[in-house]
């Protein structure tokens, strides 16, 4: 036989072929993009009148001639992510594009942000001082482990509702993991302790900037509009959180063949005497003050005292600050050199955090200014208003109550399709504040139930670094996660339910 026909007969390997992941939400907001700019091609353009607060008034939506060529069009989506970042509204005409004179329309504010706060978080972290602060508390709680979970829990709940501490908590597992293991838990005792306890803060976000902030941005309200309501949340969200945490945990130390996740080689012969973590120096405890005070001075900073204390038509006090997105940019900055310099990383170390900072948040700000750009085309195009009044005769006669759940369980599949919160905050809050005008409710309630959905689905979300990168450093499989997971996840539906019925009824 001829060399050909050799080649030709000899087996040839098997051929694999690759898996279809799941989409980035880069793709998805692309797709979104594309999706919207050729629906403006069939939805008419169309207005409604505002009123003295820039509310549209229902009944008043008329249509308009449209004005825009495709060639124009075409501009508008090849612009749609520069418009998104840093696009400017003509006051005359509302169109939006990045040569024109007016106001900001971009999220140029929000994206820089997003930067500060990636900058201060890293530079932290750097010190050392916060993974040794969380490795006190567990150790001095480890002969009352069921403290030791609630302590854990309680510190990522407040820290999810202030600051959206979610993909910060991958830096724990290697702590954690073994201290629950020690105390005669399994790898999912961490796991829920960690994703649900950090994941239900984010889901009673407060004041957390990434979510509350951008959405109430977008909604145009204050960001501490509803914080009574969502404060009411935490409090028996957490509750209800932590009591199936610890019943799981209990379960499995009762009964080790009850766990869920399995048990890996050694994991039944680790100790806690050999996992003590090192005595904290005095620059990680000022270290941890500063943060503390940064923090605790961004929530003093944004929330609105004066409408909080008497009521939304009270004027503000002389000592509230009234900051907002420029300044609370500006305070993450100057914090981030100063816990720099105080924890005793020098200028070269110092900077070099900075700029990983940046870059390791800079994809979370680009998801921001993807979905400003689709914002962007459909004011462009005018068909929002359109949109707004073909969902204007589903809320008519609706009650509040029933409203309220509703726009719960219409963001849930959204939160599915776009994780980040920001971006999804930026895409649906155009589009779902201006219905709560309509079914006379707070646009603040708008924004809870908005929160609420995208804060539950992503508690199991497979596109989250938060859940996927999780059980991974834990060793856990997804689908055994899932089934730990799913049955709180029941439970707090029920409660976020109740709650928004509860807050529309009371208005």
Known sequence: MSGTETAEAAPKPAQHKKKRGFPSTYTILAGVTLAVWLAAFVIPPGAYRMDDKGHPIAGSYHRLDQTKNFVERLRDLF????????????????QVAPDLSGSLYGAAAVFLFVLAVGAFITVAFATGALDSGIGRLAYKLRKRSFLLIVGIMVVFAVAGTVEGFAEETLGFYALLVPLTLALGYDRMTAVGAIIAGAGVGVLCSTVNPFATGTASSAAGIAIGDGIVLRLAMLVVLTIATVGYVLWYARR???????SWSGWQPGDQDVKPEDHEPDPMTRRQVLVLWLVGITFAFMIFAIIPWGT???????????????????????????GAIVVGLCGGLGEAKMSEQ???????????????????????????????????????????????????????????????????????ATLAMPIMAPLADFANVPRSLVVTAWQSASGWANLVTPTTAVVTGGIALAKVRYDRYVKFIVPLMAILFVLICVFLAIAAWIG
């Open 354 to 424: 900075i700029g990983k900072g940046f870059s390791d948040f800079v994809g979370a700000g680009f998801v921001i200014v993807l979905a400003r750009g689709v914002t962007v085309i459909m004011n462009n195009t005018q068909i929002t208003s359109t949109v707004l009044h073909a969902l204007e005769g589903v809320v008519t006669g609706t009650s509040s109550a029933v409203f309220a759940v509703a726009v719960f369980l219409v963001n849930i599949p959204l939160a599915f399709l776009i994780p980040s919160t920001s971006g999804h």
């Open 252 to 258: 499995v130390k009762a009964d080790p063949g009850k």
């Open 79 to 94: 612009l749609a992510p520069v418009n998104g970042l840093y696009g400017i509204e003509d006051g005359k005409t509302g």
């Open 308 to 334: 909080v204390i008497k009521g939304p038509d009270a004027s503000k006090y002389p000592w509230e600050l009234d900051w907002y997105f420029p300044e609370l940019t500006a305070l993450f900055l100057v």
